[in-house]
Every structure is written in structure tokens, then in C-alpha cells.
């Protein structure tokens, strides 16, 4: 597993005055959206390197519906769905189990979230205020009530990171935190982001400023911040530009108004990576997907697909090891595909014959080095 622990993805941006936070820093590195807002339909022939498909078996014990969340153990892929309930399938798509509604000690009725542990071999679910531990393949093994109120949970090496809205985390050692890291028995060991200051980076430092509209302060322009963590630190990893859009300041009503209108114009509203590429999702009217070569620090966004080959989805919602995975829904399309040069005939053949009331399938893939097309 990579010593890098975790990237934390900010979608308001908020102070790291914190004392185990750094500050920015010439290792930002700037996503400048104004070089690809112009997007282009993308020749995936061109950039996909290989994949396989996993199609997740279909029956009245899984019935998936809107799924929100992937993960992985071992061998064992966890499907999180709007419902919410977590279903657990092997790596061939096979059906294990699923953790059952209820409110019983072993069901869950209002889960927050979910991860797997993988230094305890445990899949954990957060219910507040319980957390349930099952065993990999979904059997109850305890449950205990949380110290801490949070939305979202990530397992890694040493500890745990929750994340919440700012001072709702129940942490008396930080009371205004958003951010939580905790060892693997739940204790404290640090806070970030608390919500007394937000930060907003500009090209003539940080300015500081209160949510109240009367003595808002703008800056020039307005980046919203992904965040690293590494060894008990959150520092500053990229944030994103896009100074030259401008909005008609005489229609606004107040400085508010201004700011928040900005802050909706580009946003990071997802990130993964492996480790030869950078996935970035940006939220607008509609959300921009872009892939980002670490070696080159080219980018590429646009719509990924294209109807003579076997399409895919651009939008991934995982990684697995290298492959980035998407979840492809029924394509209600007249031609079946033929060929690919990126899945095998036997992929192929379960895209063709998926139904309608099937279960959705897991697309994984890889992407070649970018090149500049000159």
C-alpha cells in the first residue's frame, strides 16, 4: 500500500491556520480551467490502455438501486447505494451478501457511511451514533457508539479520517473542527479546518474573511483547494483557477450574492488518482471531467465515448490498484459492439447482453501517457 495516506478533496474553502497544518506554498500546483474549457469530444482509441468488466449479478436478494459509493477489500467489492445499504460481491461479480435494513444490533436503518479497514479486516458502517463492524463478507461481529458525529469515513495505515460540517463533530478538543484524525481505537490525535476563518487563495496571498455581507472581503479571483494528508499533516496540493470568468457585478445585490454566485460557477466536486494519472471532476451547469497526466501535467476533458467501439464512462466513482472504475447503466442502443481494442471478446459479450433490470456493470480501465496534440 502507498505511504501516501490520503487527498482530501474541499468543496468550501476553509481556514488551515491549523497548528499541524501548512500554508500555502509554491507546491500548489494551479488547475488552470481557462487551457480546456473548450472541451472536445475525446478519441478514446487514443488514450484508453486496457480494462475488464465486472458484471454484479442480478437477483431479488440485489436489487441495486442508484449506487453512490464503491470500495474494495482484498477480494471484495463494496456497493453503497441510495437506499443506503452496503452489497458486498467477490471479483467476479458474484452476490455474497448484504448488510440488512432493520434495527436490529446486526441491521443498520440510517447509515452515514462505510468503509473497509484493511489492517482490521473489517468492514465498518457508520450509523449515528453507532459504528457496526462486520466481517469482510458481511457478518456482525460488534457495534459501539461513536465519540464523534461525522458524515463521510476513510480507513488508512494508522488511524482514521472523518469529516463532517464544521463544529457539528463532537470533538471537545476541537470544537470547530471539520476534519478529524483518529488512531484505530477512536482516540484523538489531530483537527483541521476549523470554521472560525475561511481562506481564500489569491495571486496576492490569503485574505481572511467572515461570511457576514457587510464586511466580506473578495479577492481577485476564487480557487477552491485539494487538500494532502500525510503523517498527521493537511497541506495544500492544487487548486483551481479560473480568474478570467468574470460575472456582471452591477446585477448583484450584495457582495454575497457575488461570492456565492462565484463559488457556484467552478468547483472540484470529485478526485482520484493512480499512479501514472489524476481524475478531476468539476462542477458547473454540468460537471467537466478531466484526466491529468502526472508525468506530462497534461490534461484532457471532454466527452469520452464513442459509439463504434465499446463505450465507457468517464465519470469514475473508484480506483483499484490502477484501474479506475465506473459504473455503466443499461445503454438502450439498437447495434451491439463488435469490437474494442481495449476489452476482450468475453467483456464484450457481457455489455451486449445486458438488460435493462440488470444490475449496473463495474468498468475498469487504464489511460496511455498524454501527449501534446500539436
Excluded at 461570511?211 to 479571483?221: A, E, S
Excluded at 469520452?304 to 445503454?331: G, K, L, N, S
Aim: aromatic share 16%; charged share 25%.
Amino acid at each position: 500500500m502507498k505511504q501516501i495516506l490520503f487527498v482530501f478533496l474541499l468543496l468550501i474553502i476553509v481556514s488551515c491556520s491549523h497548528n499541524n497544518t501548512t500554508s500555502p506554498n509554491n507546491s500548489i500546483e494551479i488547475i488552470n480551467l481557462n487551457t480546456i474549457l473548450n472541451v472536445k469530444e475525446w478519441d478514446i482509441s487514443k488514450y484508453e490502455y486496457s480494462g475488464h468488466v465486472i458484471k454484479l449479478e442480478t437477483n431479488d436478494d440485489c436489487l441495486l438501486y442508484k449506487i453512490s459509493k464503491i470500495f474494495f477489500s482484498k477480494n471484495r467489492i463494496y456497493v453503497k447505494t441510495a437506499t443506503p445499504q452496503i452489497f458486498i460481491f467477490d471479483f467476479e461479480g458474484k452476490y455474497i451478501n448484504k448488510i440488512k435494513l432493520g434495527l436490529g444490533p446486526d441491521e443498520i436503518a440510517n447509515m452515514k457511511d462505510a468503509c473497509f479497514d484493511k489492517e482490521k479486516n473489517e468492514l465498518i458502517i457508520y450509523q449515528e451514533p453507532e459504528l457496526k463492524f462486520y466481517t469482510p463478507d458481511g457478518f456482525f461481529l460488534k457495534q459501539q457508539n461513536s465519540p464523534y458525529y461525522f458524515k463521510v469515513i476513510y480507513s488508512i495505515d494508522d488511524g482514521y479520517i472523518l469529516r463532517s460540517s464544521v463544529g457539528y463533530m463532537n470533538c471537545k478538543e476541537s470544537p470547530n473542527a471539520s476534519m478529524l484524525y483518529v488512531d484505530k481505537d477512536w482516540n484523538f490525535i489531530s483537527a483541521f479546518l476549523p470554521v472560525s476563518k475561511s481562506v481564500i487563495y489569491t495571486n496576492k496571498g490569503v485574505s481572511y474573511n467572515n461570511t457576514n455581507d457587510d464586511i466580506l472581503i473578495l479577492p481577485d479571483n476564487h480557487k477552491d483547494t485539494i487538500y494532502f494528508f500525510d503523517k498527521n499533516t493537511l497541506t495544500p496540493k492544487y487548486y483551481l483557477d479560473y480568474s478570467t470568468q468574470k460575472l456582471n457585478v452591477s446585477e448583484m445585490k450584495s457582495v454575497g450574492q457575488y461570492y456565492k454566485e462565484l463559488g457556484k460557477k467552478f468547483e472540484f466536486t470529485n478526485f482520484l488518482e493512480n499512479s501514472t494519472h489524476e481524475f478531476f471532476q468539476i462542477g458547473n451547469p454540468s460537471p467537466i471531467s478531466i484526466f491529468r497526466d502526472k508525468e506530462s501535467k497534461i490534461m484532457k476533458a471532454g466527452k469520452f465515448e464513442r459509439v463504434e467501439e465499446t463505450p465507457f464512462i468517464a465519470r469514475p466513482m473508484a480506483v483499484y490498484d490502477d484501474y479506475f472504475v465506473c459504473v455503466q447503466e443499461f445503454i438502450d442502443l439498437d447495434f451491439k459492439y463488435t469490437k474494442s481494442h481495449v476489452f476482450s471478446p468475453e467483456d464484450l459479450a457481457k455489455i451486449n447482453n445486458q438488460k435493462e433490470d440488470d444490475n449496473p456493470l463495474l468498468i475498469f480501465f487504464k489511460l496511455k501517457p498524454f501527449e501534446d496534440e500539436k
